[in-house]
C-alpha cells in the first residue's frame, strides 16, 4: 500500500489544533483571571475591606466597565475558536484568501506576542478566490509566519500580505531583518502546502544572500489530494 | 510596625493592577512589574519579602525570570502564580528555588498570609547571616 498524503496533513493538522487551542485557552484564562479579581475588588469595596472613600460609586462604575472590555476580549477569542473549528468543515469549497489570512494572524497572534514580535496582517485590496482546502492553507500560512517568528529578532516586525497572481495568488510572509541560513531548511520541511495545494515557496533574496522574505504562489484551484505512492513514488512490492 | 513587601510579575497589566490594588488595602506594599526584565530590574534596586510570579510571559519567561533572580538574591522568596503550570514547569519551578506553586484563581487572603510568612522566613534568614557574621567576627579575634 502506498504513502497517503494526506498523513502530514493530519498529523501536522492536530498539532496545530493543540498547539493554538492551548494559546487560546490560556488567552481565555487570563480573560477569566481578570474578571475574578476585579469582581474580588468590587466585593472588597462594598464590603468594606477596602478604602472606597466617597467615590464608590465611580469606580464600581469604572471596574464594570472593565469587566465589560474583558468579556469583549473573551469573546473575540471564542470567535477565532468558533472559526477555526468550522475551517474544517469542507475541504473543496470557494472560499476567500481574506479571510484565511486574518484567522491565521489572530492565530498566531498569542505566538508572536510572546516572541515580542510585531506582527502585521494585510488583506489583499481586493477579494481574492480559492477553491480547495481553507484549513489546509491556513496550516501552511500559519507554519509560514512560525518560521519566520522563530526566525525574527524581538522587537522586530512581520508583515503577511497578499495579492493577486496570475489566476492563484502570491502571498508575502516578510520580515523587517534578514533571516537567518537555517530558514531555508525549515520553509523546505512544511510539506503540507506543498502536497495539499501544489504551493511554491521562494526565498527573497535567494540563498547565500539572507532572505528577507518567503513568498508563497497559490493556485486558485488546489489539485486534487492523492493517496497514491510512497514519498520515491514508488509502489511498494509487498503490498504492505 | 514595618510593611510586607511584595513583587507582582504579570505581563496582563489588567491582572496586576487590581491584585496590587486588593493587596494594599490588606497593608501590603506592593510594586508591579509586567515583564521578567522589569522584576530583575526592581530587585536589583529593591528588597521584597516575596514574588509572585507569573509563568507564560513574553520575551523572559517565568522560569528564567526565576533563576536570574536568584542569580541577584538567591535567599529571595518566589511563588509562582500562574493560569496552567504543567508538572513540568513546576518541577523545574521547584528545582529552580520556588517557595510555591499556586493557580489562578487564587482567593487573595491565601496569598497574602503567604506573603507575610515569607516576610517572616526572610527575616529569619537575615538574623542567621548576622548570627553567622558575628561568629566569625568572634571567631577571628579569638573572643
Known amino acids: 500500500m502506498g504513502h497517503d498524503h494526506r498523513r502530514p496533513l493530519q498529523r501536522e493538522g492536530v498539532l496545530f489544533f493543540g498547539d493554538v487551542i492551548a494559546g487560546l485557552s490560556h488567552e481565555l484564562s487570563n480573560v477569566f483571571n481578570i474578571i475574578n479579581e476585579i469582581a474580588g475588588l468590587q466585593e472588597d469595596i462594598v464590603g468594606g475591606a477596602h478604602p472606597k472613600g466617597a467615590d464608590a460609586a465611580d469606580r464600581l462604575s469604572e471596574l464594570a466597565g472593565r469587566i465589560k472590555a474583558q468579556v469583549e476580549r473573551g469573546e473575540t477569542f471564542n470567535q477565532f475558536l468558533h472559526s477555526l473549528a468550522h475551517s474544517v468543515d469542507d475541504d473543496d469549497i470557494a472560499f476567500d484568501l481574506g479571510d484565511t489570512l486574518d484567522l491565521a494572524g489572530s492565530l498566531a497572534a498569542r505566538p508572536a506576542r510572546l516572541a515580542r514580535v510585531e506582527l502585521v496582517v494585510h488583506r489583499p485590496e481586493s477579494p481574492v478566490t480559492l477553491v480547495g482546502d481553507p484549513f489546509a492553507l491556513l496550516l501552511t500560512i500559519f507554519g509560514l509566519i512560525g518560521v519566520v517568528l522563530d526566525a525574527a529578532d524581538s522587537e522586530r516586525r512581520v508583515e503577511v500580505s497578499a495579492a493577486p497572481h496570475g489566476n492563484g495568488a502570491r502571498l508575502f510572509v516578510t520580515s523587517a531583518d534578514p533571516l537567518p541560513p537555517g530558514v531555508v531548511d525549515e520553509v523546505a520541511a512544511l510539506e503540507t502546502g506543498r502536497l495539499t495545494w501544489g504551493v511554491v515557496h521562494t526565498l527573497d533574496p535567494q540563498p547565500p544572500e539572507a532572505p528577507r522574505r518567503i513568498i508563497l504562489d497559490v493556485p486558485a484551484v488546489a489539485p486534487a489530494l492523492k493517496a497514491t505512492t510512497d514519498e520515491e513514488g514508488q509502489e511498494d512490492p509487498d503490498g504492505n | ?143
Open chain 2, 1 to 143: 510596625m514595618a510593611t510586607d513587601r511584595v513583587l507582582l510579575v504579570d505581563d496582563e497589566k489588567d491582572f496586576v493592577e487590581v491584585l496590587a490594588e486588593r493587596m494594599s488595602s490588606r497593608g501590603l506594599e506592593v510594586t508591579c512589574a509586567t515583564s521578567g526584565r522589569e522584576a530583575i530590574s526592581a530587585v536589583e534596586e529593591e528588597t521584597f519579602d516575596a514574588v509572585l510570579l507569573d509563568l507564560a510571559m513574553p520575551d523572559l519567561d517565568g522560569l528564567e525570570t526565576l533563576r536570574r533572580l536568584h542569580e541577584i538574591q538567591p535567599e529571595l522568596q518566589v511563588m509562582i502564580l500562574s493560569g496552567r503550570a504543567t508538572v513540568k514547569t513546576a518541577v523545574e519551578a521547584i528545582r529552580l528555588g520556588a517557595t510555591d506553586i499556586f493557580e489562578k484563581p487564587t482567593d487573595v487572603e491565601t496569598l497574602v498570609e503567604r506573603i507575610r510568612s515569607a516576610r517572616a522566613i526572610r527575616i529569619a534568614h537575615e538574623d542567621d547571616m548576622a548570627e553567622e557574621h558575628i561568629e566569625e567576627i568572634l571567631r577571628k579575634r579569638g573572643w
